[in-house]
């Protein structure tokens, strides 16, 4: 791969999302008097939002960065590239979490990063970082800025001072290799502007995760990132070929075959890395031609365990849906009281499932009666192509939803974990207990829905969505909540993480996840990329 060259962009690009909400405010969701009428009668949430600020009336803490080094960063990247405005410096601040955006809300002073600095190419991302260790300054790597994990936030630990490294201007598509289904993609890259550039040319990633529309490419690498195409698709981490890696020390260019005996393979260090161990500047990524035919079919099982057995014979059998989903009892319920129908079509209770289809007409058309003869066999009921359509339209647009709860006082957050089928019931179980009896001992009754995001042959991931009323101090109640589940998870063996990362919320159980052993590993390997600490303290690694 090449090393990336100027952009020609002049100045500071746009923040990549509303300061303190998801996305474009102009998608907002309003919520409707269904679902009002459902958290006052399941939660006794009743409230609006009287915290709400402007970001004018946020007080952030006083930019640390002494001028020369502000100089000494510009002459770098260029005066217009780097910045220590507030305006700057706040969409900068954290992720996208539900503690995140509480934590906005706070008319205490708050932390952001010192500066903004936006390289263009890897010679000055090597030289940021070579000034950085030089002054004792971190370095978080940003591309959208949707981690839910406090994977952005900007942790000083001990250093002089930390700087946001937006890596917007790496955003070019390379090269597109025709022959072998290979593109080389600049880091920068968000998930629309990857797949307009490969559409041009008649080619698709195919890796559609909820964060899609900010998230970057060099994000995606960064976090084991997995889409919700993933059953046809594989997970981002599956789609890469190559990786172009800027390190304090220098940097590295993996990956040279589609597959290679030559030793451990290093680009697995730094997928997942989270930014600790170096900065991801492109990726070389599997594509493919674009599907010709899509097809859909929703379906409806009498219980989770059906449905849950349904999906592992599928996927067992190797039958290929692009996406296949499922719903328990209580988010198919949810789902139900807020719109009466899903995508049309009458149901009455159960779980719902979702299968989408694509490839060419012959590929999608025997896909899709093999999945369809499987799941009848399984206990399912078809209901149409319409709920699956549905779900497709708005599968991006949760996090909305999730703005507005937490404005009408109600305590909205996900999580999310992986097991073996055999374990994946009881797994299930545990974690919703857990986090009904915490929310219960914090004084709030609560909503647990789950679904089944990702299949395997040996396993599936399972994604929760908590809804309860916020009270007291609602970030400490959320944190309470979430170490007595993370303790669950890991306690009933499941990962402490399918695809939202590690960053910071997650750290504490880091040593359970790989031992005690695997942490000396990865410090080890920190301590030769990063010998002065300075990329993305406090995250990934205790």
Not at 135 to 145: D, L, M, T
Not at 212 to 218: E, L, N, S, V
Not at 312 to 320: L, S
Not at 403 to 420: F, M
Request: glycine share 10%; hydrophobic share 40%.
């Amino acid at each position: 791969m090449e090393p990336e060259t100027q952009s020609g962009r002049p100045t500071l690009p746009l923040p990549p999302m509303k300061w303190d909400a998801w996305g474009d405010p102009a998608r907002a969701k309003p919520l409707s008097e269904d679902i009002k009428g459902l958290l006052a009668a399941a939660l006794g949430v009743t409230g609006d939002d009287a915290s709400q600020l402007t970001a004018d009336q946020v007080v952030l803490r006083p930019s640390a960065l002494p001028d020369e080094d502000l100089k000494a960063l510009a002459a770098i990247v260029g005066p217009s590239q780097v910045s220590t405005a507030d305006a700057d410096r706040l969409p900068r601040a954290g992720g996208k979490s539900t503690p995140d955006l509480l934590r906005r809300k706070s008319r205490e002073p708050q932390d952001a990063p010192d500066a903004v600095v936006l390289p263009a190419g890897e010679e000055e991302v090597a030289a940021v970082l070579a000034l950085c260790a030089e002054r004792r300054i971190a370095v978080v790597p940003f591309g959208g800025g949707t981690s839910v994990v406090g994977g952005v936030d900007p942790i000083r630990a001990g250093f002089t001072a930390v700087i946001s490294l937006d890596l917007r201007r790496f955003d070019r598509l390379h090269t597109l290799d025709e022959v072998s289904g290979e593109a080389v993609l600049g880091a920068g890259l968000t998930g629309p502007q990857a797949e307009e550039l490969l559409a041009a040319r008649g080619y698709e990633l195919g890796h559609y995760p909820q964060s899609f529309r900010y998230a970057t490419i060099g994000g995606f690498a960064a976090t084991r990132s997995s889409g919700q195409d993933s059953a046809g698709y594989g997970r981002f981490d599956e789609m890469v070929r190559g990786l172009r890696v800027v390190t304090p020390v220098g940097t590295l260019d993996l990956g040279r075959a589609p597959a290679s005996a030559a030793g451990p393979d290093l680009r697995e260090l730094f997928l997942g890395s989270e930014g600790v161990f170096g900065v991801i500047t492109a990726v070389r990524l599997r594509v493919h031609p674009l599907p010709a035919v899509r097809a859909y079919e929703a379906w409806s099982f009498p219980d989770f365990a059906t449905g849950a057995a349904a999906l592992r014979a599928v996927e067992q059998q190797g039958t290929g849906p692009t996406v296949m989903r499922l719903s328990d009892e209580t988010e198919t319920a949810v789902n139900l009281a807020m719109t009466d129908k899903i995508g049309g079509a009458q149901v009455t209770g159960g779980c719902l499932a979702v299968t989408v289809f694509e490839g060419t007409a012959e590929q999608v058309a025997a896909r899709h009666e093999l999945t369809r003869v499987a799941l009848l066999a399984a206990g399912g009921t078809s209901l149409g192509e319409e709920p699956a359509r549905a779900w497709e339209h708005g599968r991006f647009d949760a996090p909305y939803l999730r703005d507005s709860l937490l404005a009408a006082g109600a305590l909205c957050e996900t999580l999310e974990t992986a097991t073996g089928w055999a374990q994946l019931e009881e797994l299930k179980t545990a974690v919703t207990q857990t986090l009904t009896a915490a929310l219960q001992e914090s004084g709030s009754a609560s909503l647990v829905m789950c679904h089944i995001s990702h299949v395997y042959p040996t396993g599936a991931s399972l994604y929760f969505t908590v809804v309860a009323a916020q009270q007291g101090d609602p970030i400490e109640q959320w944190a309470v909540v979430k170490r007595a589940v993370c303790d669950t998870i890991v306690a009933n063996g499941g990962t402490i993480t399918h695809h939202h990362a590690i960053g910071a919320d997650h750290r504490p159980w880091m040593d359970q996840e790989i031992g005690e052993l695997g942490v000396r590993i990865l410090r080890a390997v920190k301590d030769t990329v990063d010998p002065a600490g300075i990329l993305n303290p406090g995250k990934l690694i205790p």
